[in-house]
């Protein structure tokens, strides 16, 4: 028995991080959404064998248990004593270590499809529950929608289908540790931004007022450690974009225009300059 399911790439519509735990994981205030910029991930199950194999199409990332995707097949292989092979192939078009959740995303599609190989009948809900095992993008993954993200990442609220709107994304030749710029975070000193105006922008569908309300405080981090990330930003404004910001830890940073030519205007402006480029929509 095989599946294949869709990965979306994610996007920090807004990010902040008031207060560390007392274990040391950051709280999150944060409003996310999915692109359809996905890796695809093809689970097969062979009944009465054991063991989990991950293949990808780059020699680069890890197939052992520090695949999110294979934390996420060996989880539901001991909490609901399922005795199958499990062999997962992941093709990856979302970059790495970009503040994407690729990783994040192909572990909750491994979830899914699991849950439906092995007639698990487990909610949406339960299943983002075993994600916050993995990573605190997992429980966002397996709704993979437009969603206010709160705590540790466990508490996914939806929210309105944003409006159309273009997507530039542009992923500079670097790679950020996210763990890295986490432990370089001083809460006091970061200039906090209100959640409230860009929850209420969306509530009325408003898209000027989502560009303005934009914001992401990890920028003022991971910006510090990588200036060419807010030079991106800064590029990625001047050819036209209503707004401009980055995801996650970065590098990535994506614009966004309510037109497809203002859009195509800045892939075509950001060509040479960045490593990587892509044009998307909002799912």
């Given at each position: 028995m095989e599946i294949t399911e869709k990965a979306p790439a994610k996007l920090n519509l807004f990010l902040d991080t008031p207060?560390?735990?007392?274990?040391?994981?950051?709280?999150?205030?944060?409003?996310?959404?999915?692109?359809?910029?996905?890796?695809?991930?093809?689970?097969?199950?062979?009944?009465?064998?054991?063991?989990?194999?991950?293949?990808?199409?780059?020699?680069?990332?890890?197939?052992?248990?520090?695949?999110?995707?294979?934390?996420?097949?060996?989880?539901?292989?001991?909490?609901?004593?399922?005795?199958?092979?499990?062999?997962?192939?992941?093709?990856?078009?979302i970059p790495v270590a970009a503040g994407l959740g690729g990783g994040s995303s192909d572990a909750a599609a491994v979830l899914r499809g699991l849950n439906k190989l092995w007639n698990l009948e487990l909610s949406l809900e339960v299943l983002a529950k075993i994600g916050l095992e993995i990573d605190s993008d997992v429980p966002f993954c397996v709704y993979s929608r437009t969603a206010h993200v709160l705590g540790k990442g466990e508490k996914v609220i939806p929210?309105?289908?944003?409006?159309?709107?273009?997507?530039?994304?542009?992923?500079?030749?670097?790679?950020?540790?996210?763990?890295?710029?986490?432990?370089?975070?001083?809460?006091?000193?970061?200039?906090?931004?209100?959640?409230e105006s860009i929850l209420d922008a969306i509530e009325r569908e408003d898209y000027?007022?989502?560009?303005?309300?934009m914001g992401n405080v990890l920028e003022q981090v991971t910006g510090k450690e990588h200036p060419e990330v807010l030079k991106i930003k800064n590029r990625i404004k001047q050819y036209g974009a209503d707004a401009a910001q980055m995801s996650g830890t970065g590098p990535t940073v994506f614009g966004v225009a309510s037109k497809s030519s203002r859009a195509k205007h800045i892939v075509n402006s950001l060509k040479g300059f960045c490593h990587e480029v892509y044009l998307v929509r909002i799912l």
């Open positions: 207060f560390n735990h007392p274990d040391g994981s950051p709280e999150w205030n944060m409003i996310m959404t999915s692109v359809d910029l996905a890796d695809y991930v093809k689970i097969e199950s062979i009944p009465g064998k054991m063991g989990i194999k991950v293949r990808t199409n780059t020699g680069f990332l890890p197939n052992d248990s520090r695949n999110l995707a294979y934390q996420a097949a060996r989880i539901l292989q001991e909490k609901y004593h399922v005795r199958a092979k499990v062999i997962i192939e992941i093709r990856k078009h929210l309105k289908k944003l409006p159309p709107m273009w997507v530039v994304i542009a992923k500079p030749k670097l790679s950020v540790s996210t763990p890295y710029i986490l432990s370089k975070i001083e809460h006091k000193e970061l200039q906090h931004s209100n959640i000027t007022d989502i560009c303005r309300y």
